[in-house]
């Protein structure tokens, strides 16, 4: 029973926007989701509230979408921030 509480209590952290997403977090979902010799495409939204919208697909080699996840209203941990840069986009090759 207690296994399935500690994903609840960090989903609703995240969306409280207690904790920031890391770039650890966001590579173990590529780990999970991606394919190999494709891409994960992430794109983060600033919000109104100073947190963000971050959005991750995951591509075959050909281009045909293979999972989606969308973390809302986080901040960005600074091991994020940094994979992004100034960009609002990146591609991450896998």
């Given at each position: 029973?207690?296994?399935?509480?500690?994903?609840?209590?960090?989903?609703?952290?995240?969306?409280?926007?207690?904790?920031?997403?890391?770039?650890?977090?966001?590579?173990?979902?590529i780990r999970?989701?991606?394919?190999s010799?494709?891409y994960?495409?992430?794109i983060?939204?600033?919000?109104?509230?100073?947190?963000?919208?971050?959005?991750?697909g995951?591509f075959s080699?050909?281009?045909?979408?293979?999972?989606?996840?969308?973390?809302?209203?986080?901040?960005?941990?600074?091991?994020?921030?940094?994979?992004?840069?100034?960009?609002?986009?990146?591609?991450?090759?896998?």
């Amino acid at each position: 029973m207690y296994h399935l509480l500690i994903p609840a209590v960090t989903a609703i952290a995240y969306a409280a926007g207690l904790v920031a997403l890391s770039y650890s977090t966001v590579k173990n979902w590529i780990r999970q989701k991606a394919v190999s010799d494709g891409y994960v495409d992430l794109i983060k939204q600033h919000l109104d509230n100073g947190n963000y919208t971050v959005i991750a697909g995951a591509f075959s080699p050909t281009g045909t979408a293979v999972a989606r996840r969308t973390w809302t209203n986080v901040r960005i941990a600074d091991s994020l921030s940094s994979q992004f840069g100034g960009a609002n986009a990146i591609r991450i090759e896998t």
